[in-house]
Nanobody, 119 residues
């Protein structure tokens, strides 16, 4: 099991920025696809951004141009830089890790989440 701990959430006004971090307890990032997901009250969880083992990134259409996913393998940390935040970005944000040498289609490891509120 890969332990993931998110941080960096909080409350921000529309148009503001936040950077989320996800610390892994082991050298997990370089061999796995990593992703950020979010879930708003009453809505299904949705994928926000993913970064595969080779560093290729993908984003949900709703966040393209505003959010940037990155990782620091040496620090075992995944990041999500969020800019131009909108009220509809309000949600619990989760970090997730895929299987070793796996694809970005399955994420068996999840963090506890960090709340982002835009109002």
């Amino acid at each position: 099991h890969v332990q993931l701990v998110e941080s960096g959430g909080g409350s921000v006004q529309p148009g503001g920025s936040l950077r989320l971090s996800c610390a892994a307890a082991e050298n997990a990032l370089s061999s796995r696809c990593m992703g950020w997901f979010r879930q708003a009250p009453g809505k299904e969880r949705e994928g926000v951004a993913k970064i595969d083992r080779g560093g290729s990134k993908s984003y949900a259409d709703s966040v393209k141009g505003r959010f940037t996913i990155s990782k620091d393998d040496a620090k075992n940390t995944l990041y999500l830089q969020m800019s131009s935040l909108k009220p509809e970005d309000t949600a619990m944000y989760y970090c997730a890790a895929g299987r070793v040498f796996g694809y970005c289609t399955s994420f068996p490891h999840w963090g506890q989440g960090t709340q982002v509120t835009v109002s």
